[in-house]
């Protein structure tokens, strides 16, 4: 059966939304605004950021945050690029890549690590947010967790 007029709608309007999340998150992380950062979060979000930390709820979120952007608000652009989202309802599934960019000592750009977001959403109190983000850095490799083979 094909969905209805407002079942398209609503899709088109979750899949701006959750966007819109993704971009600002990058931009919460550039400006370093640790309050806006965390509200992009659910209540009792989680994050599983490998070398960088986790953490369970927007207090402990914005504490490891806070260790790990110490000395580096203004150095780096996040670029947050490729969205592939499945919606089921009021969850949602999603990766994206992500870019980090600094200036180098000539105030070139210069890319220093990318890597892929793969969350868990949730729309809570009719917005969506961020339930469990897990990152994963594919470049620089030093960062990568080695690959167990299944025997």
């Known amino acids: 059966m094909k969905d209805s007029f407002e079942q398209r709608l609503q899709r088109l309007e979750d899949l701006v939304e959750i ?14 605004d640790l309050e806006r950062y965390v509200s992009l979060f ?31 608000v203004g150095s780096s652009f996040h670029l947050i690029t490729s969205p592939q989202i ?30 892929k977001h793969h969350d868990d959403l949730i729309r809570e109190h009719g917005r969506w947010r961020i339930a469990l983000r897990r990152g994963t850095i594919d470049i620089p490799r030093r960062y990568q967790t080695p690959r167990r083979l299944e025997i």
Request: glycine share 14%.
């Open 86 to 115: 499945a919606l089921a309802g009021d969850t949602a599934t999603a990766t994206v890549m992500w870019t980090v960019i600094h200036q180098d000592a000539q105030g070139q750009p210069q890319v220093t690590m990318i890597g």
């Open 42 to 72: 659910s209540q009792d979000g989680r994050i599983d950021l490998g070398p960088i930390g986790r953490a369970q709820g927007r207090h402990d979120i914005r504490r490891v945050m806070a260790q790990a952007l110490e000395g580096l």
């Open 19 to 32: 966007n819109e999340l993704f971009i600002e998150y990058g931009r919460a992380l550039d400006d370093g």
